[in-house]
């Protein structure tokens, strides 16, 4: 029997794995599918072991040995009844023949990163962890969690596991106890800079660059000024969707758009375009930089 397991959303694979791993009565064999030769692969795909008559075996990054996982089709043919290989993967070639001969026989499980486009997905998902764990979450908590850290699983586990210590979960107990991820903090940034509220802009600035990269923090901003361009353009059509916006950041942005007009939008998007030279172009400090874009706009 063989498994794959496929995808960069490691929590997702973390979990299937965990469950294939409590199904096994055994101590499972893990190995690194880069140092495998064709000896040892065909050991474990069709050998026998002298402790147990059934083998569970772990093996990770199996396609970036080329030789090896171009002989899968072979390989698969000889895999003992009881042993269950189990292939953890976080990309693979779909045109290649093996990722077709895995995809048709139905042993491929992919797990596809979330994105700003599973929100709902994301929110549905933190609320029936909870209810599996004994704890309640109303939607509108679920949905500020989703808002404060985003859609990865590993940073809505987290928050929920926290969450669970406290005696009940309300929007003010999250919001005292779950800290803004980096991309809501830089959109306040945005926000703060559109409002023209510079005190407080530098506040933000200064809390942020004793932790955070600034260039990423630039590249952030330059999405939202981007993000504000689209909503600007689009005229209250729904496109937030089709450009991955998060709803709760196209609700700001659209409104934040309406207030500053096309032409102050063009200006803005101007005032990036600069400073993205200089980023690019000079030795400035990106701090420094992130700031004077910011009181430009």
Known sequence: MITVLVGENSFEVSEELRRQTDGFSGESERYDGETLDHSKIADLFG???????ERQIIIRDLSKNSALWSQMDTLVDRIADTTHIILVEEKLDKRTATYKMFKSAGVLKEFPVWGEKDVAAAQQWLIARATSTGVTLASSDA??????VGVGQWQLASALD?????DSISAESIREHIELNPKENVFQLFELALSGRKDELRDVLRTLSL?????????LLSSQAVQLAVLSIANDEP????????????????????????????????VFAKADIRMKTTSA????????????I
């Not at 050998?47 to 008559?53: A, M, P, R, V, Y």
């Not at 926290?162 to 406290?166: R, V, Y």
């Open 211 to 219: 932790t955070e990269d600034g260039y990423m923090v630039f590249a």
């Open 143 to 148: 949905r500020l969690i989703v808002e404060r």
């Open 239 to 270: 496109v937030a969707k089709d450009f991955g916006i998060h709803p709760y950041v196209a609700t700001k942005l659209a409104t934040a758009a309406r207030r500053q007009g096309r032409a102050s939008v063009v200006r803005i998007i101007n």
């Open 285 to 296: 400090d990106p701090w420094r930089i992130v700031e004077t874009t910011l009181l430009s």
């Open 47 to 53: 050998g026998q072991t002298l402790f147990s008559e």
């Open 162 to 166: 926290k969450l669970s210590l406290l």
